[in-house]
């Protein structure tokens, strides 16, 4: 079969799917490969009815995200009881006498939430639902196997020998991307030798919508993320080693580690079922460029940060944003994947990606150290930082991923 499109999107992630469904409400012609397992869609939506059932993988979302995904009426057709909003976020330090401690709150902030904790069933089960009622949007299934360009339109071959012609190519297939490499766009590429541990828990007292994050120098990183009900997600970031021995513990002894941790502020902690953690290996990606002729990349396959500031993914919508309005507001003699668009496009980007590398690799860089005089310095940084309310506001407009004067939404 053949298919002529404006625009060829590789990858059914949600960076994928999101950028698929705006690019054709923006009116383009669109196709989106996937590759061809079986529906996950039947599966999560029984586990979203399940109360009992919390996803291991869940996203703080920041307010670009939350805006891209509002405006493709993605963000109301999700399960708002499933949805928790951050309201403050609570950082400590390794510091011995307790004194680096960074805190932020919506209030200051003068926004409704900092963030909104989502499991990733919820957004794709959402995404889903939206792309089978998009018009101008195909959903082919198949593995992209050839990738042709040539000056004008660029040709892809599946592996059940389907052909799209498209005007332009986007890579949002994920860290390992195939386009990428395809494109002849290079990368380079860091393990952090450590693992993401991730596992829900029920709590005895409320978490009062607060984020907790604690830096534990050679322990790693643990963030307890607030999710609906009495219940917090954890992302412990910790070197192999020390992942695979939180792995092999009881849900008990990991449960009795957070609340030592955390000062029994939660109370008794239970792990939810399945009460088995899971792990996620860490690496750095950073790709040489973010387009080539015919090609742009977006999400992981243009960018992957350490998850220690929960920015991946809303980089990666943030990346479509960017897509949309270069593609849209292009000069109407030229098509969307003509050169000075995707130039535009990867202009752009360029700055916040760097930011976010060097932020979340030098953060944790700066937290791993086990030298006394860094230890030292890291935690009078952050008991500075939270007496200096204008540094303060800076760093959060970053994180929320918009200018903090104009969101005064909940
Ligand atoms: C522990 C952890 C916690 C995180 N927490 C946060 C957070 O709180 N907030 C946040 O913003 N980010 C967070 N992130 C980052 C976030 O998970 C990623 O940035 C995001 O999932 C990337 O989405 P994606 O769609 O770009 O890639 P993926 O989710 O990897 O999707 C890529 C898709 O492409 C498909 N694919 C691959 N190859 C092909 C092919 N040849 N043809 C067709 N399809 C193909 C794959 O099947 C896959 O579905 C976290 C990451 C980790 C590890």
Redesign the pocket.
């Known amino acids: 079969m053949k298919t002529s499109c404006d625009i060829c999107v ?8 999101a950028c698929a469904l705006a690019l054709a409400q923006a009116g383009l012609e669109v196709v989106l ?3 061809a ?1 079986p529906s996950e869609a039947s599966g999560s939506a029984k586990a979203l009815s399940d109360t009992n059932h919390w996803d291991h ?6 307010h670009v ?1 939350r805006a891209l995904l509002a405006s493709l009426k993605v963000w109301d057709a999700m399960d708002a009881a499933r949805i928790a909003p951050v309201d403050a976020m609570a950082v400590q330090g390794d510091a011995p006498d307790q004194s680096g401690v960074l805190n932020f709150d919506a209030y200051g902030a003068r926004v409704g939430a900092l ?1 909104w ?1 989502v499991e ?1 069933s919820n957004l794709n089960h959402a995404l889903d639902a939206a792309l089978r009622f998009a018009s101008g949007l195909k959903i082919l299934h ?3 196997k050839q990738l042709e360009r040539s000056t004008d339109v660029a040709q892809i071959t599946l592996d059940n020998g389907d052909l799209i012609s498209s005007k332009l190519v986007l890579g ?8 990428r490499t395809q494109a002849d766009i290079g990368m380079d590429y860091r393990s952090y030798h450590q693992q ?1 541990v ?1 596992a829900n828990f029920e709590s005895e007292h409320p978490h009062h919508g607060v984020a907790s994050q604690w830096f534990l120098g050679a322990e790693g990183i643990v963030a307890l ?1 607030p999710l609906p009900g009495h219940r917090v997600s954890l ?1 412990w ?1 910790a070197p192999d080693a020390s992942a695979n021995a939180l792995l092999s513990e009881s849900p008990d002894k990991l449960a009795q580690r957070l609340m030592d941790l955390s000062g029994q502020k939660l109370g008794q902690l239970h792990m939810l079922p399945p009460a088995s953690p899971k792990s ?1 290996p ?1 690496r750095l990606i950073r790709s040489h460029a973010l387009t080539a002729d015919r090609v742009a990349l ?4 243009a960018h ?2 350490h ?1 220690l500031a ?8 943030a990346d479509i944003q960017a897509l949309l309005d270069a593609v849209v507001q292009r000069d109407q003699r030229s098509d969307c994947g003509d050169a000075r668009t995707l130039v535009r496009y990867a202009r752009t980007r360029k700055e916040e990606i760097l930011l976010m590398h060097i932020a979340t690799d030098g953060l944790q860089r700066l937290f791993a150290s086990e030298l006394p005089p860094v230890k030292l310095l890291r935690n009078a940084g952050m008991g500075l930082v939270n007496k200096l309310p204008f540094l303060k506001r800076r760093l959060m407009t970053h994180a929320l991923g918009s200018s903090l004067s104009t969101h005064t939404d909940s």
């Not at 993988?57 to 920041?62: D, E, G, P, S």
């Not at 977006?298 to 396959?301: S, V």
């Open positions: 590789i990858g059914n992630g949600a960076i994928g799917k490969v996937a590759p397992l993988r869940v996203y703080a979302l920041n995200a963030a904790i990733d198949g593995a992209a949002a297939d994920g860290a390992h991307s195939w386009v993401a991730v993320l992302v970031s996620i860490l977006l999400g992981d396959a992957v940060v998850p929960g920015q991946g993914m809303n980089l990666g919508f």
